[in-house]
Each structure stands twice: as structure tokens, then as C-alpha cells.
């Protein structure tokens, strides 16, 4: 928790007792439905929440903005942004209900009135919104083809177009060479200088 803290000293006392609850919640949880790792559930807020928070070093949702979480599993990184931005509506979805179970009751139990929850394949879902979240899910240019009609275009009331954020790690080069001077990438290490994060970063696509 304290390396929360020491990358986002502003939060509320709200904020801070939601972030500090989601340890315990996810080591109750882990031990019944696998959504981490077992050698990763005492990294959870390096790996997992600050990972997921990463999102907030490019973009600072405003108040309304409409966010979908593409393959959240147990909720990454949709839930630690809900409570970052509790005035933005986070919508998490994955095809695996044991996960979303997961999700939903951690959203349930940190009180986040802003995060919904479904079962379901990204493909047939309808609704649209003004950003797509993920964290390395398939490759890009799948999940490029899973959100291009759910993104809402020409109405973005952030300081960035409505897109695509994803936070991916590795060699991106042959991934990322189909959208060429389309997308942006972004090393964490710039805003995390841990070890964990040498070698990730976030993807934003544009979909004006």
C-alpha cells in the first residue's frame, strides 16, 4: 500500500481505506477463484494496482466519461481506476463468470457505485463508450477489431480523443506495425521506475 501512497499522496481518506481494503479482499478471494497468481498476490499493489493506475499518468478521466474494461479478469485495472476517478462509470466485462463473481464483489465490498459488471464476449456487446481499457488480453490488433464500433466518435470531453489504453509488456514492435504513426506508446518506467515496469507500457489508439 505504501507505494500507493508514495505515487498518489492526494488521495482521500476514502480513496486511501478503498485502496487498502483491496489486499485483503484479493487474498480472500485468490484462495477461491484463481484471478492472480499465487507467487503474485503479495505484489498486488506493484504489479496489479499501480500497473492498473499507470492509465491515470496519461489520462485523467472526467467526470461523466464513460469507461469500458476489456477483459477485466478479477478487475484490472477497471477497479483500482474506479476508485481514482469515482466520478467516472467503469463497465468491466470478461467471459469468464468466476472472475467477474470476483470483480463484482470486490467492487461491492470497497463500496464503488461507479463500476458495473458482466458476463459476456466483448463481440456482441453493444453499448459504446469513451474509452476502452485493457491489459494485454490478445493481441492488439484483435482487440482493435473486438471495440472499433464501441468507441464513441467526435464527442470526447477529455483532454484526449476518445481510444483505445492498453497496457501491454515486451517487444511491441510487430504488434504495434499495423496502426504505424496512428498510435502512441508510452513507457511506464517514466512515471514508475521499479524493475516490474522496465519493460511495460501503455498503448493509446486514437479513434477520433
Not at 463481440?123 to 469513451?130: I, N, P, R, V
Not at 464513441?152 to 510487430?174: A, I
Request: charged fraction near 20%; include cysteine; glycine fraction near 6%.
Amino acid at each position: 500500500m505504501d507505494i500507493i501512497l508514495q505515487y498518489f499522496p492526494d488521495l482521500t481518506s476514502r480513496q486511501i481505506g478503498q485502496f487498502r481494503q483491496l489486499y485483503p479482499l484479493y487474498n480472500f478471494w485468490n484462495k477461491k477463484v484463481n484471478v492472480i497468481s499465487r507467487q503474485d498476490i503479495d505484489f498486488l499493489y506493484e504489479h496489479h494496482i499501480l500497473h492498473s493506475l499507470s492509465i491515470s499518468s496519461f489520462i485523467n478521466f472526467q467526470p461523466g466519461t464513460q469507461v469500458l474494461d476489456l477483459g477485466t479478469g478479477g478487475g484490472f485495472p477497471g477497479i483500482p481506476l474506479a476508485i481514482l476517478f469515482p466520478e467516472t462509470q467503469f463497465h468491466l466485462i470478461d467471459s469468464i463468470e468466476k472472475k467477474v463473481r470476483v470483480a463484482a464483489e470486490v467492487a461491492k465490498a470497497v463500496g464503488l457505485n461507479n463500476v458495473s459488471t458482466e458476463v459476456g464476449r466483448v463481440e456482441l456487446h453493444k453499448m459504446k463508450y469513451d474509452f476502452v481499457v485493457t491489459r494485454a488480453v490478445a493481441d492488439l490488433m484483435i482487440i482493435y477489431g473486438w471495440i472499433i464500433n464501441l468507441i464513441k466518435r467526435g464527442s470526447s470531453f477529455n483532454d484526449v480523443p476518445n481510444g483505445l489504453l492498453c497496457l501491454k509488456g515486451g517487444n511491441l514492435e510487430m504488434e504495434t506495425a499495423p496502426f504505424k504513426e496512428m498510435i502512441y506508446k508510452f513507457h511506464i518506467r517514466d512515471y514508475f521506475p521499479e524493475n516490474w515496469f522496465q519493460e511495460k507500457y501503455l498503448l493509446y489508439l486514437p479513434m477520433e
